[in-house]
């Protein structure tokens, strides 16, 4: 199932999970996720609404009122400790790590730093949370979404006023296709933003899809110029439009070497299907590299997760690619009193590579005390004349 998201009056947390909980998700999927959360006692409420005649539904966060601003290391403390899947709790860290990144840019100082007053409160950790859980649960291969309307203005925030679009909500969509509306309000929260930029796959108009399930999330204000709603649309993609693949590609000047390794196995842990590191050399000389991961479209919320929790990164670039694959059989042969796994790879009905498990023949040979390379040489000898190649 594929989605896409009609942002035409901005988006919010409430109103994206809205629009989840009115597409099919049981509310009782995000409720857990708030639940789990070690903080007071936060409960989301459903109600049905409409904005300019359009049926919709609002979900209301009912928490008591924030006692102080969290940092972003506070927030990092209860998600840790909060009894979560590893995808929201991965994927609640990266939103956040987004909004502390982006206010620290704003006000020129360490993410780390950043006392998060407009987006710390209870019902913003619950929103966060709740549509992390809900897209989860749907278990999207693809989410696409318009461009963002992002109001205008001026409102009055913690630190006085400030002119909409919001500084912060400028920096989380940056390179993302925005426009003003019609509307002389904040249309997107920073919340709203880095929720959009943690899950959207890519920025277009509606897809090629059989449409399933419509979704309609309604925000609190009621303006005269539009329905203030985030459309969630649902489907299967066209018939048409080729599965493919996805790259996630990141450059990296500032992670200590010796992490790699683990980054490498995170990134196949969540599902990619290969991943890479290349070296490159970066503005001002500094060496570099790019780390590429390879995965189906389905598998690119979990692998784009574990990206950002694992590495230093602060954005990704996500290119769709074709890809052919060859009809593989998984198997093994005999060798020295042992097995050893072999890949057979066909085409057009006749075999045309064969593989050893490495990993399979390095094992044998320290069971039976010999070289590497010589239980290798024999591993080769004995797939090819099983599966001798046409």
Known sequence: MIGWLDLSAGASGDMLLGALVDAGVPLDVPAAAVAALPVEDVRLVTEGTTRHG??????????????????????????AEAELPTAVREGALAVFERLAVAEGRVHRMP?????????????????????????????????TASPV??????????????????PAVLELLAGVPVQAGPVAREMC???????????????????PMRVERVGVGAGGRDPEE??????????????????????LETNVDDLDPRLWPGVLDALFAAGASDAWLTPILM?????AHTLSALCRPRQVAAVRAAVFAHTSTIGLRVVPVGKTALERVSTSVPLLGGQVGV???????????VSVEFEDVAALARDLGIPVKEALRAATAAAEAAYPVA
């Open 283 to 287: 503005k001002k000389g500094r060496p």
């Open 226 to 247: 539009l329905p203030n709603v985030v459309r969630l649309v649902l489907g299967a993609p066209d018939e048409a439009t080729p599965p493919g693949a996805v790259v």
């Open 189 to 207: 929260t920073p919340t709203g933003a880095a929720l959009l930029a943690a899950r959207v796959d890519e920025w277009t108009t509606l897809p």
């Open 111 to 143: 993410p780390e730093d950043v006392h998060f007053h407009e987006v710390g409160a209870l019902d913003a950790l619950a929103d966060v949370v709740g549509v992390v859980a809900g897209f989860e649960h749907l278990a999207l291969t693809r989410l």
């Open 54 to 79: 359009l049926g919709a539904t609002r979900v209301h966060v009912h928490a008591p009122p924030s006692q102080h601003s969290r940092t972003w290391a506070d927030v990092q403390a209860i998600l």
């Open 343 to 353: 890949k057979v790879a066909v085409h057009a009905g006749r075999v045309v590579n």
């Open 149 to 166: 309307t992002l109001g205008s203005g001026a409102a009055r925030g913690a630190h006085g006023v400030v002119p909409i679009p919001g």
